[in-house]
T-cell receptor, first 112, second 114 residues
Framework: GESVGLHLPTLSVQEGDNSIINCAYS??????FIWYKQESGKGPQFIID?????DKRQGQRVTVLLNKTVKHLSLQIAATQPGDSAVYFC???????????FGKGTRLSVIA | EPEVTQTPSHQVTQMGQEVILRCVPI?????FYWYRQILGQKVEFLVS????????KSEIFDDQFSVERPDGSNFTLKIRSTKLEDSAMYFC????????????FGQGTRLTVV
């Protein structure tokens, strides 16, 4: 079936370094992608989104890259800070009445 | 900043009992959702709600579950005859539009069935 998944379950980075979190999706009809951050005991928090007609979008310290050819999505976090420690989920949605589908999550640990 | 609020934050119930989880979506949003997250697993879609009716639901959302918007602000998830495997975090979310906009999530209700 269609699925959204993540390459790595955990990622440890030094404070100040850049982080890259990857996500693979298999639904070629996916049209809209979101990265969420989830801190312990809290709900998913929107970070950044991208539509399928784009291949890159930048926010504050974050960049999302979309490669539709290989169905790959990545989240880059610049100058990673301790407050960035959390689980990061990619989520996708296709056209029409398709629900938001979440990937399994990557835990980012920032080492001070 | 507007936010989705959920109550209670933690609910403990005995197996077989009914629970109602409550949510107040962001006021100008039109689409409402329930998701659940079993400990350590990914967030799973349960149901979406628009214009006072269910717009879609997942396989998880069987006859044990129901949703309601009893007034202009609340959105509830009722789980009848709870089972041990219903223990999870339940998240409510809302969005302005159905397509191409993010869903804003509440802090969740941790349901523990004993």
């Amino acid at each position: 079936g269609e699925s959204v998944g993540l390459h790595l379950p955990t990622l440890s980075v030094q404070e100040g370094d850049n982080s890259i979190i990857n996500c693979a999706y298999s639904n070629s009809a996916s049209d809209y992608f979101i990265w969420y951050k989830q801190e312990s005991g809290k709900g998913p928090q929107f970070i950044i989104d991208i539509r399928s007609n784009m291949d890159k979008r930048q926010g504050q310290r974050v960049t999302v890259l979309l490669n539709k050819t290989v169905k790959h999505l990545s989240l880059q976090i610049a100058a990673t800070q301790p407050g960035d420690s959390a689980v990061y989920f990619c989520a996708e949605r296709g056209w029409g009445n398709t629900p938001l589908v979440f990937g399994k999550g990557t835990r980012l640990s920032v080492i001070a | 900043e507007p936010e989705v609020t959920q109550t209670p934050s933690h609910q403990v119930t005995q197996m077989g009992q009914e629970v109602i989880l409550r949510c107040v979506p962001i006021s100008n949003h039109l689409y409402f959702y329930w998701y659940r997250q079993i400990l350590g697993q990914k967030v799973e879609f349960l149901v979406s709600f628009y214009n006072n009716e269910i717009s879609e639901k997942s396989e998880i959302f069987d006859d044990q579950f129901s949703v309601e918007r009893p007034d202009g602000s609340n959105f509830t998830l009722k789980i009848r005859s709870t089972k041990l495997e219903d223990s999870a975090m339940y998240f409510c979310a809302s969005s302005e539009e159905r397509l191409n906009t993010e869903a804003f999530f509440g802090q969740g209700t941790r349901l523990t069935v004993v």
